[in-house]
């Protein structure tokens, strides 16, 4: 069962667009890490129509704009895990995470490499 569609209470919601609602991370990287949740369960990017995209698109600039006018931040890092690199029990939301000067925020970030052919994924992309 999705913990996103069951169990986030109305109180841990700040705010809300028609499509989106923001909550802190119980987990976070950063004081002040943020959640942008779908209301409806998308398992993925992919499966988000369009006007739904814009809607979060719009959702998001507004929080980031809070962020940078009224905290004392160099500015934010987004990022979303899609798909089977999701949690599980989540559906599609993405982090936004305020950054200072100096964090460290990727200091510790490791992953081991595997071998992608970037010539494939160029012409992929020339399509």
Same mark, same amino acid.
């Given at each position: 069962?999705?913990?996103?569609? &069951?169990?986030?209470?109305? +109180?841990?919601?700040?705010?809300? &667009?028609? @499509?989106?609602?923001?909550?802190?991370?119980?987990?976070?990287?950063?004081?002040?890490? %943020?959640?942008?949740?779908?209301?409806?369960? /998308? $398992? &993925?990017? $992919? #499966?988000?129509?369009?006007?739904? %995209?814009? @809607? $979060?698109?719009?959702?998001?600039? +507004?929080?980031?704009?809070?962020?940078?006018?009224?905290? #004392?931040?160099?500015?934010?890092?987004?990022?979303?895990?899609?798909? %089977?690199?999701? #949690? +599980?029990?989540?559906?599609?939301?993405?982090?936004?995470?305020?950054? /200072?000067?100096? @964090?460290?925020?990727?200091?510790?970030?490791?992953?081991?490499?595997?071998?992608?052919?970037?010539?494939?994924? &160029? $012409?992929?992309?020339?399509?």
């Amino acid at each position: 069962m999705c913990i996103f569609c &069951s169990q986030i209470d109305k +109180e841990q919601v700040l705010c809300e &667009s028609k @499509d989106f609602f923001l909550v802190l991370d119980i987990n976070p990287n950063q004081i002040g890490h %943020l959640l942008i949740i779908s209301k409806k369960h /998308y $398992e &993925s990017l $992919e #499966d988000i129509p369009d006007l739904v %995209l814009l @809607d $979060e698109l719009r959702f998001e600039k +507004e929080i980031v704009g809070i962020l940078k006018g009224n905290f #004392d931040i160099l500015d934010v890092t987004i990022f979303q895990n899609n798909g %089977l690199t999701m #949690d +599980e029990g989540v559906h599609f939301h993405k982090h936004i995470i305020p950054r /200072y000067k100096g @964090d460290g925020f990727w200091d510790n970030f490791h992953v081991k490499e595997v071998h992608m052919d970037l010539e494939k994924l &160029s $012409e992929l992309l020339k399509k």
